[in-house]
């Protein structure tokens, strides 16, 4: 009876363990996929940032014709250079950030991992010392009971 009871912890124990980390395991997931999703939200308003920017530079272009000006110097070729550095600003500002957080989730998502792996092998612990403290009780009532 005893047996059966030290054997129903143990396994208990090591059950645990695995629930754990299947449970880290699927948080690590989640994880993964909010920073892909992150990161394709950032690629978004970079390509979004290059529309603007190619709004603007075709606005710029079409009010110098207009007006008779040569789109291609003097201020109207200012007014370009100057929307072509924001709107590079804007893209690579969006790409940096992409990769942050597509870091950021693979970084927390082995942490994760690592939290799983952790609570597998202190389940099996745990199991080690049920069955050891099941064999010292029998030891100090002198028999084993099977």
Not at 47 to 71: C, H, K, Q, W, Y
Not at 103 to 109: F, M, R
């Amino acid at each position: 009876m005893q047996l059966a009871l030290a054997g129903i912890g143990i396994a208990g124990k090591i059950a645990e363990g695995s629930a754990r980390q299947r449970e880290y395991n699927e948080k690590a997931s989640q994880e993964k996929l909010r920073g892909r999703s992150e990161a394709i939200a950032y690629k978004q308003q970079g390509v979004s940032a290059l529309a603007r920017l190619n709004e603007t530079l075709a606005t710029i272009i079409n009010n110098a014709a207009f007006g008779g000006v040569d789109p291609r110097s003097g201020s109207a070729k200012t007014m370009q250079s100057a929307a072509m550095g924001e709107g590079i600003r804007e893209f690579n500002l969006s790409e940096g950030n992409a990769i942050l957080a597509l870091g950021q989730a693979t970084h927390q998502a082995a942490i994760y991992k690592g939290a799983g792996q952790t609570a597998r092998t202190t389940s099996y612990l745990g199991a080690a010392e049920t069955a050891l403290d099941y064999g010292f009780r029998a030891q100090s009532i002198g028999k084993i009971i099977i």
